[in-house]
């Protein structure tokens, strides 16, 4: 790198980095002196707070040592009362209103009092539970063996009687003689030295307690609330205050070894040596340092905004030296771009100079791309400041130079696309757009993209074509056709489902199956809609509710898979409904015909045979009686022969339709053959109903047929059988009723007979 190159880098870099090192440099120092001054106040705030939380366990001590105080003065008066009326002062008497201990303490505290014999026995107490002997208790001891008058103060203890703590002050008690005595015993709450809570004002969420430094027992309150402990406890901060947080070193700031609740405090405290305790009281570091926050956020937030108004100066300044440095570079580097871009174009670009009338409305080559070089067929370099009408002489009989001259004269810009009248047939694409005294010319060889165009078309044409012809043969077919796809949204319909949904009064490409054909017959239709669309050809049967007038329909159905070209995925499938209306019809007719008698309209054997399996597979089932008829007509031969067939065939119609009109409407009655009929009577309550049915039977028979002039005298004879349940074969009930048949007539005919139940229950014989 020359000295040059190094004197230029160096200079540019000085611009680029002269602005951000000066914002850097005034950022760090506002933050500087903000970080400083937040520091300073933070530390004052925190003194402060220890300082008032200080004052008040100073209050708090003094409270709690004037109440103990005050106790051990009540001792010292009770003993010297005690004395001057020789031991026959009594507790009543020393508390009582207006007596001598409301002189020292207020009658409202009611400390618990006792007073022990000399033998250690209680001899009497109040406003509190006492052990009945203390004997063997070590202060009572120390007060027995000692002849001072101090008084002894015991470390706070937990009272077994009340589970709270307290502190016990006695004082040894002397006769007259100057002998023990007893003592006197008072009992001291420590809750009442913090219940005084609010005149202490240690704010919301701050604790007031009291300590024994020798038990860890500690009475304590946070707001309302008033606790006790045995694991609490406070260490004094070395040296006055805690490391950084300023406090000054006269204020005895404490520290908990565990937290009293999940509030955040600033601890003071204060001894009382001769009571073995310590005052506690701390304020929460949310109350006490509100102030110094709100400080703090001004700050902070004063320091940002003046923050965001430099950083915006600073970069508006090099937003318009870069602006000044880019349109430097960019005048420098315009043309190499611009040579550059046109090089790399797929299109071919020439920009031309206009020759006027000394050239015969020419145009002069100004600049060419190699592209425009290559569609020209010679070098880039051969072209430059060359006529253009000498060059392509094709353009001017194409009109291409008219054209340009156009655009030179109006402003107007051109695009269009022409296919060449010279030459190998092209397809061009050309644009030209005036610039000065000139025009630029871009041009682009289109021909295959037209002819890919061409292709395209009548591929699309051929497509039409046999979509047309698939749709003809589609709307030629008297079934219903159509396609839904994978979202089940119908996307073709030929002519005949086209005319069911304009019947149904809807519009059925684009829209969801399930709206199309209602919610009720979509859900019958759904697995089969599952199937095929997991790749399974279906088919099943379908039957249309019959409308208000008129009669329901029937369609064959079949779900036909459509998979894409790969033949992996199911893209749809298409639907083929055929009405088999008329078929079901024809075929429901010719099964009835398959089992109706022709002569008479009754069932025919097929059908008797078909009923009476059921009936008795019912009776299994159920349990139910039911009987079976076999009858035939008693001297049919004689008239058929003396009056012939006609009249016997009108006897056998005449003599079906009497024995329906004397039967029930649920009873089955068939012809066998010849004179020979049955019938099936279900659901019987007792075997009695069928035997007066075959009696109704006989009497209707016997009255004389009028048959188109001739009168005829029958009558009927007939065997029935019963069936309840068992294993028994329809031939064998019939063939049971046919033998009781053939016992009527050996009877004398006009009457019937009946057997037991087959398979159940005996009825008896008629």
């Given at each position: 790198m020359t000295e040059k190159d190094r004197t230029s880098a160096l200079r540019r870099l000085y611009r680029v980095l002269l602005l951000p090192a000066f914002a850097a440099v005034l950022l760090a120092a506002m933050w500087s002196a903000v970080y400083w001054q937040v520091r300073q106040e933070r530390a004052t705030a925190r003194h402060e707070a220890v300082l008032r939380s200080h004052a008040q366990a100073r209050t708090l001590a003094e409270n709690a040592g004037f109440l103990l105080r005050q106790a051990d003065h009540a001792t010292q008066l009770f003993k010297l009362k005690f004395e001057e009326t020789d031991g026959a002062l009594r507790l009543p008497e020393f508390t009582r209103r207006n007596g001598p201990l409301t002189l020292l303490l207020p009658v409202r505290l009611a400390l618990p009092v006792a007073l022990y014999g000399p033998d250690g026995r209680l001899a009497d107490s109040l406003h509190g539970t006492f052990a009945p002997r203390a004997g063997d208790e070590g202060w009572f001891r120390a007060l027995a063996g000692s002849a001072g008058d101090m008084a002894h103060f015991s470390n706070p203890l937990v009272d077994p009687a009340t589970k709270g703590w307290r502190i016990r002050v006695a004082r040894r008690l002397d006769d007259g003689a100057g002998h023990f005595a007893g003592a006197i015993v008072m009992h001291v709450d420590p809750a009442l030295f913090i219940d005084d809570y609010d005149r202490l004002e240690p704010g919301p969420g701050g604790y007031v307690g009291l300590l024994s430094r020798d038990t860890g027992l500690a009475a304590s309150r946070v707001d309302d609330r008033v606790f006790s402990d045995d694991t609490l406890a406070f260490a004094a901060v070395q040296g006055g205050a805690a490391a950084g947080t300023g406090a000054a070193a006269g204020a005895e700031e404490a520290l908990p070894r565990r937290p009293v609740d999940g509030i955040a405090r600033i601890y003071a405290f204060r001894d009382m040596p001769r009571f073995a305790l310590m005052a506690v009281v701390g304020h929460s570091k949310a109350h006490a340092l509100a102030r110094f926050e709100r400080r703090r956020t001004m700050y902070v937030s004063v320091a940002t905004v003046a923050s965001i108004v430099v950083l915006a100066f600073v970069g508006l300044l090099q937003r318009h030296a870069r602006r000044l440095r880019n349109s430097t570079r960019a005048a420098r580097a315009a043309q190499r771009q611009l040579h550059a871009a046109i090089d790399a174009s797929l299109d071919a670009l020439f920009l031309l100079k206009a020759c006027r009338e000394a050239c015969g409305g020419d145009f002069i080559l100004v600049d060419i791309n190699e592209p425009g070089a290559a569609m020209l067929g010679h070098p880039r370099a051969g072209l430059l400041g060359r006529r253009i009408g000498q060059l392509a002489p094709a353009w001017r009989d194409e009109g291409l130079l008219d054209r340009y001259r156009s655009v030179l004269e109006t402003g107007q810009p051109l695009e269009e696309e022409f296919a060449t009248r010279t030459g190998p047939p092209r397809w061009l694409q050309h644009q030209v757009v005036a610039i000065d005294d000139g025009v630029a010319v871009t041009t682009r060889d289109i021909t295959a993209r037209k002819q890919a165009e061409l292709a395209s078309r009548q591929a699309m044409a051929a497509l039409r074509e046999k979509e047309a012809r698939l749709r003809t043969l589609a709307d030629m077919m008297p079934a219903m056709i159509a396609y839904v796809d994978r979202d089940e949204?119908?996307?073709?319909?030929?002519?005949?489902?086209?005319?069911?949904?304009?019947?149904?009064?809807?519009?059925?490409?684009?829209?969801?199956?399930?709206?199309?054909?209602?919610?009720?017959?979509?859900?019958?239709?759904?697995?089969?809609?599952?199937?095929?669309?997991?790749?399974?050809?279906?088919?099943?049967?379908?039957?249309?509710?019959?409308?208000?007038?008129?009669?329901?329909?029937?369609?064959?159905?079949?779900?036909?898979?459509?998979?894409?070209?790969?033949?992996?995925?199911?893209?749809?499938?298409?639907?083929?409904?055929?009405?088999?209306?008329?078929?079901?019809?024809?075929?429901?007719?010719?099964?009835?015909?398959?089992?109706?008698?022709?002569?008479?309209?009754?069932?025919?054997?097929?059908?008797?045979?078909?009923?009476?399996?059921?009936?008795?597979?019912?009776?299994?089932?159920?349990?139910?009686?039911?009987?079976?008829?076999?009858?035939?007509?008693?001297?049919?031969?004689?008239?058929?022969?003396?009056?012939?067939?006609?009249?016997?065939?009108?006897?056998?119609?005449?003599?079906?339709?009497?024995?329906?009109?004397?039967?029930?409407?649920?009873?089955?009655?068939?012809?066998?053959?010849?004179?020979?009929?049955?019938?099936?009577?279900?659901?019987?309550?007792?075997?009695?109903?069928?035997?007066?049915?075959?009696?109704?039977?006989?009497?209707?028979?016997?009255?004389?047929?009028?048959?188109?002039?001739?009168?005829?005298?029958?009558?009927?004879?007939?065997?029935?059988?019963?069936?309840?349940?068992?294993?028994?074969?329809?031939?064998?009930?019939?063939?049971?009723?046919?033998?009781?048949?053939?016992?009527?007539?050996?009877?004398?005919?006009?009457?019937?007979?009946?057997?037991?139940?087959?398979?159940?229950?005996?009825?008896?014989?008629?």
């Amino acid at each position: 790198m020359t000295e040059k190159d190094r004197t230029s880098a160096l200079r540019r870099l000085y611009r680029v980095l002269l602005l951000p090192a000066f914002a850097a440099v005034l950022l760090a120092a506002m933050w500087s002196a903000v970080y400083w001054q937040v520091r300073q106040e933070r530390a004052t705030a925190r003194h402060e707070a220890v300082l008032r939380s200080h004052a008040q366990a100073r209050t708090l001590a003094e409270n709690a040592g004037f109440l103990l105080r005050q106790a051990d003065h009540a001792t010292q008066l009770f003993k010297l009362k005690f004395e001057e009326t020789d031991g026959a002062l009594r507790l009543p008497e020393f508390t009582r209103r207006n007596g001598p201990l409301t002189l020292l303490l207020p009658v409202r505290l009611a400390l618990p009092v006792a007073l022990y014999g000399p033998d250690g026995r209680l001899a009497d107490s109040l406003h509190g539970t006492f052990a009945p002997r203390a004997g063997d208790e070590g202060w009572f001891r120390a007060l027995a063996g000692s002849a001072g008058d101090m008084a002894h103060f015991s470390n706070p203890l937990v009272d077994p009687a009340t589970k709270g703590w307290r502190i016990r002050v006695a004082r040894r008690l002397d006769d007259g003689a100057g002998h023990f005595a007893g003592a006197i015993v008072m009992h001291v709450d420590p809750a009442l030295f913090i219940d005084d809570y609010d005149r202490l004002e240690p704010g919301p969420g701050g604790y007031v307690g009291l300590l024994s430094r020798d038990t860890g027992l500690a009475a304590s309150r946070v707001d309302d609330r008033v606790f006790s402990d045995d694991t609490l406890a406070f260490a004094a901060v070395q040296g006055g205050a805690a490391a950084g947080t300023g406090a000054a070193a006269g204020a005895e700031e404490a520290l908990p070894r565990r937290p009293v609740d999940g509030i955040a405090r600033i601890y003071a405290f204060r001894d009382m040596p001769r009571f073995a305790l310590m005052a506690v009281v701390g304020h929460s570091k949310a109350h006490a340092l509100a102030r110094f926050e709100r400080r703090r956020t001004m700050y902070v937030s004063v320091a940002t905004v003046a923050s965001i108004v430099v950083l915006a100066f600073v970069g508006l300044l090099q937003r318009h030296a870069r602006r000044l440095r880019n349109s430097t570079r960019a005048a420098r580097a315009a043309q190499r771009q611009l040579h550059a871009a046109i090089d790399a174009s797929l299109d071919a670009l020439f920009l031309l100079k206009a020759c006027r009338e000394a050239c015969g409305g020419d145009f002069i080559l100004v600049d060419i791309n190699e592209p425009g070089a290559a569609m020209l067929g010679h070098p880039r370099a051969g072209l430059l400041g060359r006529r253009i009408g000498q060059l392509a002489p094709a353009w001017r009989d194409e009109g291409l130079l008219d054209r340009y001259r156009s655009v030179l004269e109006t402003g107007q810009p051109l695009e269009e696309e022409f296919a060449t009248r010279t030459g190998p047939p092209r397809w061009l694409q050309h644009q030209v757009v005036a610039i000065d005294d000139g025009v630029a010319v871009t041009t682009r060889d289109i021909t295959a993209r037209k002819q890919a165009e061409l292709a395209s078309r009548q591929a699309m044409a051929a497509l039409r074509e046999k979509e047309a012809r698939l749709r003809t043969l589609a709307d030629m077919m008297p079934a219903m056709i159509a396609y839904v796809d994978r979202d089940e949204v119908y996307r073709f319909q030929n002519l005949v489902y086209e005319r069911e949904f304009t019947r149904m009064g809807v519009q059925a490409i684009g829209r969801s199956a399930r709206e199309i054909i209602g919610e009720e017959r979509y859900m019958r239709v759904q697995p089969w809609v599952c199937r095929a669309l997991a790749g399974e050809t279906v088919s099943f049967e379908e039957d249309e509710a019959p409308p208000p007038e008129g009669t329901g329909r029937s369609f064959e159905v079949r779900y036909i898979p459509q998979r894409d070209e790969a033949g992996e995925h199911v893209t749809g499938f298409h639907v083929v409904r055929t009405d088999v209306t008329a078929q079901r019809r024809e075929k429901q007719h010719l099964l009835r015909l398959s089992t109706i008698d022709a002569l008479t309209g009754l069932m025919n054997r097929a059908g008797f045979t078909k009923r009476l399996d059921a009936a008795m597979q019912y009776s299994r089932e159920h349990g139910t009686l039911m009987a079976v008829m076999y009858m035939d007509i008693d001297r049919f031969k004689p008239v058929n022969d003396t009056h012939g067939h006609a009249v016997g065939d009108a006897l056998l119609k005449a003599f079906a339709g009497r024995l329906t009109h004397a039967l029930r409407e649920s009873d089955t009655v068939a012809r066998l053959g010849g004179d020979e009929f049955t019938i099936i009577l279900e659901r019987l309550l007792r075997c009695e109903d069928a035997e007066r049915a075959a009696a109704k039977l006989v009497a209707a028979m016997a009255a004389a047929f009028d048959l188109d002039g001739v009168r005829v005298g029958i009558s009927t004879s007939i065997g029935v059988a019963f069936y309840r349940s068992g294993d028994l074969a329809p031939a064998e009930l019939l063939a049971r009723a046919d033998t009781l048949l053939y016992e009527a007539k050996q009877a004398g005919r006009n009457t019937f007979r009946t057997g037991g139940t087959l398979g159940g229950q005996q009825p008896d014989a008629a």
